[in-house]
C-alpha cells in the first residue's frame, strides 16, 4: 500500500505545524521521520491516521483520499500503531491485550486461539503470555504492543517515538523487530530523535523542521 502526502499543511489556529509537506512511501519501505521537538512529526502522523483533518493538501492511501472517507474503518485495518507510552490494558493479560484487538476486528475464537501464541513469538515473548504489563519491562510492554498492531496483518505500521522509554539494550531488541515484520512484508513508518536507531536501521529518512521537509535520505543517516 502506497502513502501520498500531496501538498499537506496544518495550521493550529494561526500556528503552521505542517507547511505544504509532500512526499510518497512506497508499499514495504521503512521509513524514519526525525526532527527537533515541536517540528511536526506526530501531527504529520496524526494526519495519516486521519485523527486530524489537514487545513489543506491531500493524504492518499492507494489513490484513496483518506479524509474524504466517511468511514474511517479503512485506515483502521489498513494501519497498526504503536506508542512511546505502550497503552496496553493494564487489567488484561498479555494473551488478553491481543485478543481484544483481534476482537475489535471481528476475529473468531479460533483465529484468535491460533494467532496470538504466533504473533507473540514472532516478537520473542512466547513465555509471557499469561503476565500483565505490570509484570513486564518497558522492552517486553513494547514487543506486546508491536504483537497488537501486527496481529490483525495491516499493511503498514506507525510508530510514533517506539523506543523513546527504553534502555539501548531494549532499543536495539525493538528495532531489530521492527526491521524483522519489514522483512515479512510491511511498510514501517516511525518516528525517532534516537541517531542509534537511525544508524541501526540504515534505511530512508525525512527530516521535519519548523512543519517542512528539510531532507529525505535514502542512504539512512541522521544528520541534525
Ligand atoms: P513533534 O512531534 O515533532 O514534537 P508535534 O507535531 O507534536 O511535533 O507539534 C508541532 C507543533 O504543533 C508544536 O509547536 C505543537 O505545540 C503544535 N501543536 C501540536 N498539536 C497541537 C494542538 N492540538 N493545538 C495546538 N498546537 C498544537
New binding site residues.
Given amino acids: 500500500m502506497s502513502i501520498v502526502f500531496d501538498d499537506v499543511s496544518k495550521k493550529?489556529?494561526d500556528?503552521v505545524?505542517l507547511n505544504q509537506v509532500s512526499f510518497n512511501i512506497d508499499p514495504n519501505e521503512f521509513v524514519s521521520i526525525v526532527?527537533?521537538?515541536?517540528?511536526?512529526?506526530?501531527?504529520?502522523l496524526?494526519m495519516l491516521l486521519a485523527e486530524?483533518k489537514p487545513t489543506s493538501g491531500k493524504i492518499f492511501l492507494n489513490s484513496i483520499d483518506i479524509h474524504a472517507l466517511s468511514n474511517k474503518d479503512i485506515i483502521r485495518r489498513t494501519i497498526g500503531v504503536v506508542f512511546q507510552d505502550f497503552r496496553l490494558l493494564p487489567q488484561k493479560n498479555v494473551y488478553e491485550n491481543i485478543a481484544f484487538a483481534m476482537e475489535a476486528a471481528g476475529r473468531t475464537d479460533e483465529e484468535i486461539e491460533s494467532d496470538v501464541p504466533h504473533v507473540l513469538d514472532l516478537v520473542d515473548l512466547g513465555n509471557k503470555i499469561w503476565n500483565f504489563p505490570n509484570e513486564l519491562s518497558g522492552g517486553e510492554k513494547q514487543r506486546v504492543a508491536i504483537a497488537r498492531a501486527i496481529v490483525n496483518q495491516p499493511d503498514i505500521i506507525i510508530a510514533?517515538e517506539p523506543t523513546g522509554n527504553l534502555d539501548p539494550v531494549n532499543t536495539y531488541d525493538i528495532v531489530q523487530i521492527f526491521k524483522k515484520i519489514n522483512d515479512l512484508g510491511t511498510t514501517v513508518v516511525l518516528?525517532t530523535h534516537n541517531k542509534g536507531v537511525i544508524d541501526s536501521i540504515g534505511r530512508r529518512v525525512i527530516t521535519?523542521q519548523n512543519?517542512c521537509i528539510v531532507r529525505d535520505d535514502l542512504t539512512g543517516k541522521y544528520i541534525l
Avoid at 526532527?35 to 504529520?44: D, H, I, M, N, R
Fill in positions: 493550529y489556529n500556528y505545524a526532527g527537533p521537538s515541536g517540528a511536526g512529526k506526530t501531527t504529520l496524526r486530524d510514533d518516528t521535519v512543519g
